[in-house]
T-cell receptor
Framework: EPEVTQTPSHQVTQMGQEVILRCVPI?????FYWYRQILGQKVEFLVS????????KSEIFDDQFSVERPDGSNFTLKIRSTKLEDSAMYFC????????????FGSGTRLTVV | QQQVKQSPQSLIVQKGGISIINCAYE??????FPWYQQFPGKGPALLIA?????SEKKEGRFTISFNKSAKQFSLHIMDSQPGDSATYFC???????????FGSGTRLSIRP
């Protein structure tokens, strides 16, 4: 069964440092997403990406965040200057439609900011 | 108005029993209601989904009941098994947009 692959599985970074979280979506999917889950809390939408541009973003997704699809297969989330409150599980997802049906999530990257 | 409220926060059910998780929403523009199952260390996985033009959808032991007038929907797991122990999230979305809004999650434990 096709999978969404995320790397690394766990990243520890110092406050103020830049981090890049990487994702390889399912190959024939067209819509890409990042969500995050702070420990023990609900899954929160960050951003959606289609046709090489952001289609929607949440209030959480401020100027410190950016997304990119640099080579047609990878999909990255960059946090420019990490804060303690950025510590969370970050999930990448991809979909063949806009309806959420067929959303496939990766296993996530646990980001710890110290 | 974007919120999806989920209860209970945690649930313990005996093996073979029925697990019931409830969700409520406010925004009547939502027209897609999925349930996700999440095991520790894994991402959420789509379990079952419903649209508001039907009142019930069943897939195996999993059933969604949908009450449009009350703006509520629920997940029923029949003959609950230890392997069903996981965190369950309800969610809601729009057919014209891409994001989905998650509920706060229910940690389900099935006792053998």
């Amino acid at each position: 069964e096709p999978e969404v692959t995320q790397t690394p599985s766990h990243q520890v970074t110092q406050m103020g440092q830049e981090v890049i979280l990487r994702c390889v979506p399912i190959s024939n999917h067209l819509y890409f997403y990042w969500y995050r889950q702070i420990l023990g809390q609900k899954v929160e939408f960050l951003v959606s990406f289609y046709n090489n541009e952001i289609s929607e973003k949440s209030e959480i997704f401020d100027d410190q965040f950016s997304v990119e699809r640099p080579d047609g297969s990878n999909f990255t989330l960059k946090i420019r200057s990490t804060k303690l409150e950025d510590s969370a599980m970050y999930f990448c997802a991809s979909s063949g439609t806009t309806l959420g049906y067929g959303y496939t999530f990766g296993s996530g990257t646990r980001l710890t900011v110290v | 108005q974007q919120q999806v409220k989920q209860s209970p926060q945690s649930l313990i059910v005996q093996k073979g029993g029925i697990s019931i998780i409830n969700c409520a929403y406010e925004n009547t523009a939502f027209d897609y209601f999925p349930w996700y199952q999440q095991f520790p260390g894994k991402g959420p996985a789509l379990l079952i989904a419903i649209r508001p033009d039907v009142s019930e959808k069943k897939e195996g032991r999993f059933t969604i009941s949908f009450n449009k007038s009350a703006k509520q929907f629920s997940l029923h797991i029949m003959d609950s098994q230890p392997g069903d122990s996981a965190t369950y999230f309800c969610a809601a979305g729009y057919s014209s947009a891409s994001k989905i809004i998650f509920g706060s999650g229910t940690r389900l434990s099935i006792r053998p």
